[in-house]
């Protein structure tokens, strides 16, 4: 095995005295004199790599530069304290005044212009390249600074600039937390013919995250490494298998930006966006091989940083071991999920939304075909971790539910699907086509499995829906009774309830699986009408366009339910002259609803709005957050909505008569694509009419969870109540700042703690504190999640735009006032304006209605937002980002949902 180029076994050789070295005198000499970096580039030249020409200022000479200052720095240093960030701070910004008003001695400046004259380039990179960066045990890795686009006469400047680096303020706490001595940094300095590179980035001969010396990763962008190395620009990311040298995931982002060198240095450049990969396979291959070969030189996986130039000429620009490996990674993802908890959720909310997850997943895990050890393997460390909270948000763990899907055989080719229907930002690349017959004679027979167990489960289907909605009818049947004044109290009694919530989670939770097996269908099926919709030659965002409006005005739809017998109530009081004066006058909702009870005239009505509350009482605004009340316990909140109806006219058999217009026209776009082609269309519209179908059943799918969280809440409630009487809480309400397992414990007197408000009070500061507070959409956490630092930067938004764009859903164009909802209530005041939103849940469907359009900043095509928008014939536009802080209340847009285009025509006054 190779010596690494890291031992500073080699010392004394020519050029000692030489303030400067080239390439050959530098892999003379021990890195103790021009540092590892420097050390590792002779290495990597000696032994044939292609290497930018550079020359180095050794340690000894740039400690001759610091002179004159070293006595002041030492007492700067002495007073430092590493934990106090503004000790560190100061210290750094003292030293850096020292050391820019030095100069370099003429002697040493003498030999650095002769030796940069050698390289031939007049464009320069200057790299520090202290004692024990780039080492096996310290990387020193972003800490200390490299300076590109440096003209000859530029580099003293430069130079000056890297030493400083070595006492900045995150130089100084690197060392601090790593143990190392801050008073004898003694760096050397790297002089460099700079790459004009077109892409550049690093590799890691095994994973970083995971360990896994099995899989080989590489990160890619265009322009300057810089770039990627900073994280300024998008970036590929591929995985390699080591063994067989093959790519088996390929995450390609939409690049729009790029480092390049421009008149003052390096610069972020604006492009045209791009998804083409950075790198082809056979270029990722090479990388990684240089990688693997440079791990096996010097007996350590390394970590090497690579640029291409134009002529296609790829250049090492360091290697070094990869000194942490093992930490687990875990992304949490706040894409749809937020759809159905937007904002804070409570901790009984989450425990059970927890469990809930757990339960569903397990059985249809094993439904869509893994393997009963799978699902053993599986029960204590992924099923349970579906999803994750942080201050109070919900999210998925995406990175679990990659493994739910990839640990089935086959699977992996309906990835694509799956992330388009729920608008993931796509991490996950099919792997490249095997090569060898005996590999793709597995890959295909993975593909006839999956294939195969979706056809069975799409047979059992109809039979496995009404199972649900039979069992469904049995729970709510139970808890009818039990609540029933002629029921025995102790049919009520805390024991009994909690064994109902038990039988429920064992038995209900499971059967909803079902829906988890349609709503694949669904996504899978639409994807694949978009692909045949681009076969019969319909592309771009046409294809988008057309594939949207032919889910228009589909019948049958449960969600529309609910509104469809609330505009019934609303026509009724349009009829009626007292029940117009009454909600037109100027009483407050709960004293309209009083009226509607003690006053005669208005019984009749009365009886309609609450075999409305019985039927739909369940969909509410947040309504599958437990903490939310159902409208039985709030009546009079239907009294706004019925206002917004009465106002605004709205008639949705109008509404849905439009869509299927919008429906059958874009039925005779793409008949004409394929006409000449029968056997094409009759294969199209067995696919759409599945597609359909199953996108429907996913809308009554939801209301039937409705449903169930309406049974689940009134069991909580009446536990809140029996807690209070027990002096357990101070109000029955407290009991949602408890988990379930609290829950369960405080009742079977298993609880550590007895006293729960104590527990109670600090979680109502804590989301006292939260509320309100912005959340980023992906929190990525390395090792223990609760200790990793989830500080995140917000991206600036461009607050001049006048054109918003996002996801076309709901085919139409408005022009209104916005009004931005962040925390809507059932009871705002909605005519006609445009509602902005961060994201919706099924229960908006009461606010959209009385509204002109709708804007999201989240959702996805198959989002319920989407659905019910083109259901219902309500302009409606997703995904646009930053929406609710580009847009203020009043601002004047004009919404257009087949384009996906959101255009400010007017200013509210600030």
């Given at each position: 095995m190779?010596?690494a180029?890291?031992s500073d076994?080699?010392?004394?050789g020519?050029?000692?005295?030489?303030?400067v070295?080239?390439?050959r005198?530098?892999?003379?000499?021990?890195?103790?004199?021009?540092g590892?970096k420097?050390?590792?580039?002779a290495w990597l030249?000696a032994?044939?790599?292609t290497?930018p020409r550079?020359?180095?200022l050794?340690?000894e000479a740039?400690?001759?530069i610091l002179?004159?200052?070293a006595?002041?720095i030492?007492?700067?240093?002495a007073?430092l304290?590493?934990?106090?960030?503004?000790?560190?701070?100061?210290?750094a910004a003292?030293?850096?005044?020292?050391?820019?008003?030095?100069a370099?001695?003429?002697?040493?400046?003498?030999e650095?212009?002769a030796?940069?004259?050698?390289?031939?380039?007049?464009t320069?990179?200057?790299?520090?390249?202290a004692?024990g960066e780039?080492s096996?045990?310290?990387s020193f890795?972003?800490?200390?600074?490299?300076?590109?686009g440096?003209?000859p006469d530029?580099?003293?400047?430069?130079?000056l600039?890297c030493?400083?680096?070595a006492?900045?303020?995150?130089?100084?706490?690197?060392?601090?937390?790593r143990?190392?001595?801050n008073a004898?940094?003694?760096?050397?300095?790297?002089?460099?013919?700079?790459v004009?590179s077109?892409?550049a980035?690093?590799?890691?001969?095994?994973?970083p995250?995971s360990g896994?010396?099995?899989?080989?990763?590489v990160s890619a962008?265009?322009?300057?490494g810089e770039g990627?190395?900073s994280?300024?620009?998008?970036c590929?990311?591929?995985f390699?298998?080591?063994?067989s040298?093959t790519?088996?995931?390929r995450?390609?982002a939409?690049k729009?930006?790029?480092?390049t060198l421009?008149?003052a240095?390096?610069?972020i450049e604006?492009?045209a966006a791009s998804t083409?990969?950075?790198l082809?396979?056979?270029r990722v291959?090479?990388?990684?091989d240089?990688?693997?070969?440079?791990?096996?030189e010097?007996?350590?996986?390394?970590?090497i940083?690579?640029?291409?130039?134009?002529?296609g000429?790829m250049?090492?620009l360091?290697t070094r071991?990869?000194t942490?490996t093992?930490?687990?990674?875990t992304v949490?993802?706040n894409v749809?999920?937020?759809?159905?908890?937007p904002?804070?959720s409570?901790?009984?909310?989450?425990?059970v939304?927890?469990l809930a997850?757990?339960?569903?997943?397990?059985?249809?895990?094993?439904s869509f075909?893994a393997?009963?050890?799978?699902v053993?393997a599986?029960a204590?460390?992924l099923?349970?971790?579906?999803v994750?909270?942080a201050h109070?948000?919900?999210?998925y763990?995406?990175s679990?539910w990659y493994r739910l899907?990839l640990q089935?055989?086959?699977?992996?080719?309906a990835?694509?699907?799956?992330?388009a229907?729920?608008?993931?930002e796509?991490?996950y690349?099919?792997?490249a086509a095997?090569?060898?017959a005996?590999?793709?004679?597995?890959?295909?027979y993975r593909r006839?499995?999956?294939?195969?167990?979706?056809?069975f489960?799409w047979?059992?289907?109809p039979?496995r829906l009404a199972?649900f909605?039979?069992v469904?009818g049995?729970?709510?049947?139970?808890?009818g009774r039990?609540f029933?004044?002629?029921?025995?109290e102790?049919?009520?009694?805390?024991h009994q309830?909690?064994g109902w919530?038990?039988?429920?989670?064992t038995q209900?939770?499971?059967?909803?699986?079902?829906?988890?097996?349609n709503d694949?269908?669904?996504?899978?099926?639409?994807?694949?009408?978009?692909?045949l919709i681009e076969r019969?030659g319909?592309?771009?965002?046409?294809?988008?366009?057309v594939?949207n409006?032919?889910?228009?005005g589909e019948?049958?739809?449960?969600?529309v339910?609910?509104?469809v017998s609330?505009?019934?109530l609303a026509a009724?009081?349009?009829d009626?002259e007292?029940?117009?004066?009454?909600?037109?006058?100027?009483?407050?909702a709960?004293?309209?609803?009083?009226?509607l009870?003690t006053d005669?005239?208005?019984?009749?009505?009365?009886?309609a709005?609450?075999?409305?509350?019985?039927a739909?009482?369940d969909r509410?605004?947040?309504?599958l957050k437990l903490e939310?009340?159902?409208?039985?316990l709030?009546?009079?909140?239907?009294v706004?909505?019925?206002?917004?109806?009465?106002r605004?006219?709205?008639?949705?058999?109008?509404m849905q008569?439009r869509?299927?217009?919008i429906r059958?026209a874009?039925?005779?776009?793409?008949g004409?694509a394929l006409?000449?082609h029968?056997l094409r269309r009759i294969?199209?519209?067995?696919v759409l009419?599945q597609?359909?179908?199953t996108v429907?059943?996913?809308?009554?799918?939801?209301?039937?969870r409705s449903?169930?969280f309406?049974l689940?809440?009134?069991?909580?409630?009446a536990l809140?109540?029996?807690f209070?009487e027990a002096?357990?809480l101070?109000?029955?309400?407290?009991i949602?700042y408890?988990t379930?397992?609290e829950?369960?414990a405080?009742?079977r007197?298993t609880?550590v703690d007895?006293?729960?408000r104590m527990?109670?009070?600090?979680?109502k500061?804590d989301?006292?504190?939260w509320r309100g507070?912005p959340m980023p959409?992906?929190i990525?956490?390395?090792?223990i999640?609760?200790?990793a630092d989830n500080?995140v930067e917000?991206?600036?938004y461009?607050?001049?735009?006048?054109?918003?764009?996002?996801i076309?859903?709901?085919?139409?164009?408005?022009?209104?006032?916005?009004?931005v909802?962040?925390?809507?209530?059932?009871?705002?005041p909605?005519?006609?304006?445009v509602l902005?939103?961060?994201?919706?849940?099924?229960?908006?469907?009461?606010?959209?209605?009385a509204?002109?359009?709708?804007?999201?900043?989240?959702g996805s095509?198959?989002?319920?937002?989407a659905?019910i928008g083109?259901?219902l014939?309500?302009t409606?536009v997703?995904?646009?980002?930053?929406?609710?802080?580009?847009l203020r209340?009043?601002?004047r847009?004009?919404l257009?949902?087949?384009?996906?285009t959101?255009?400010?025509?007017g200013?509210?006054?600030?």
């Open positions: 190779t010596a180029p890291q076994s080699m010392r004394g020519p050029g000692l005295a030489a303030a070295l080239d390439e005198a530098t892999a003379e000499v021990g890195s103790d004199l021009v590892h420097a050390a590792n580039l030249v032994r044939g790599y290497v550079f020359c180095v050794t340690v740039c400690t001759r002179r004159p200052v006595p002041e030492d007492t700067v240093l007073a304290d590493p934990q106090d960030r503004g000790s560190l701070r100061d210290t003292a030293i850096g005044v020292l050391i820019a008003g030095l370099v001695p003429e002697d040493i400046r003498s650095l212009k030796a940069i004259g050698a390289l031939g380039t007049h320069l990179a200057v790299r520090s390249s004692r780039d096996a045990a310290d890795a972003g800490q200390l600074d490299t300076v590109l440096v003209a530029q580099v003293d400047t430069a130079v600039t030493l400083a680096s006492y900045s303020e995150r130089a100084l706490f690197y060392r601090a937390r143990g190392l001595d004898v940094p003694e760096p050397a300095v790297i002089v460099q013919a700079l004009d077109t892409v980035g690093v590799a890691f001969a095994c994973n995250q896994d010396p099995q899989e080989a990763v962008g265009l322009g300057l990627v190395v994280g300024s620009v998008e590929d990311t591929y390699v298998d080591v063994r040298r790519l088996t995931t995450a390609v939409d729009r930006s790029r480092v421009g008149a240095g390096t610069e604006t492009i083409a990969a950075a082809d396979d056979d291959i090479e990388v990684v240089i990688a693997l070969r440079l791990s096996a010097l007996g350590a996986p390394q970590d940083e690579w640029a291409v130039d134009a002529s000429t250049y090492l360091q071991p990869i942490a093992g930490a687990h990674e949490f993802d749809n999920v937020a759809e159905s908890y904002g804070l409570s901790p009984l909310t989450f425990s939304v927890r997850y757990e339960q569903v997943f397990r059985a249809c895990h094993r075909g393997s009963r050890a799978t053993r599986n204590a460390d099923y349970p971790y579906l994750g909270i109070g948000h919900i999210y763990n995406i679990n899907f089935i055989p086959g699977m992996e080719s990835i694509e699907g799956w992330e229907a729920l608008g993931i796509n991490r690349r099919r792997p095997p090569r060898s005996l590999a793709r004679l597995r890959a295909a006839v499995r999956i294939v195969v167990i979706l056809l489960g047979l059992r289907l039979k199972g909605f039979a469904l049995d729970f709510t049947a139970d808890l039990r029933a004044p002629e029921t025995p102790r049919e009520r009694d805390p309830l909690l919530l038990e039988r429920c989670i209900l939770v499971p059967a909803y699986s079902v829906q988890i097996f694949f269908l669904a996504q899978q099926l639409f994807h694949v009408v978009g692909g019969s319909i592309t771009g965002d046409e294809a988008l366009t594939r409006e032919l889910f228009c019948k049958g739809v449960d969600s339910e609910p509104v609330a505009l019934a009724r009081i349009r009626d007292a029940l117009t004066a009454l909600f037109a006058g100027e009483h407050d709960v004293e309209v609803w009083s009226t009870h005669p005239r208005f019984a009749e009505f009365l009886a709005c609450a075999a409305h509350i019985d739909y009482g509410t605004v947040d309504e939310t009340d159902p409208l039985a709030r009546p009079h909140r239907l706004p909505a019925l206002r917004n109806y009465v605004g006219g709205q008639n949705v058999e109008q008569a869509e299927r217009e059958h874009a039925e005779a776009r793409i004409a006409r000449g029968p294969a199209f519209r067995v009419r597609a359909r179908a429907k059943q996913r809308e009554n799918m939801r209301l039937g449903r169930c309406g689940v809440k009134r069991v909580f409630r809140g109540t029996q209070h002096g357990l101070d109000a029955p309400y407290d949602f408890l379930y397992e829950i369960t405080l009742i007197g609880a007895a006293d729960p527990v109670i009070a600090a979680r500061g989301y006292g504190r507070q959409a992906r990525v956490t390395s090792g999640a609760a200790a500080s917000f991206t600036e461009d607050s001049t735009a006048t054109v918003l764009t996002g076309g859903c709901a085919p139409g164009r408005v022009e209104a006032p916005a009004l909802l962040h925390e809507p209530e059932a009871d705002t909605i005519d006609g304006e902005v939103a961060t994201t919706t849940d099924p229960g908006w469907v009461f606010l959209m209605v509204a002109g359009g709708l804007i999201s900043e989240k095509v198959l989002s319920h937002t659905i083109r259901e014939g309500i409606t997703v995904g646009v980002r930053d929406a609710t802080s580009l209340s009043g601002d847009v004009a257009d949902g087949r384009a996906g959101v255009t400010i025509t200013r509210r006054p600030a």
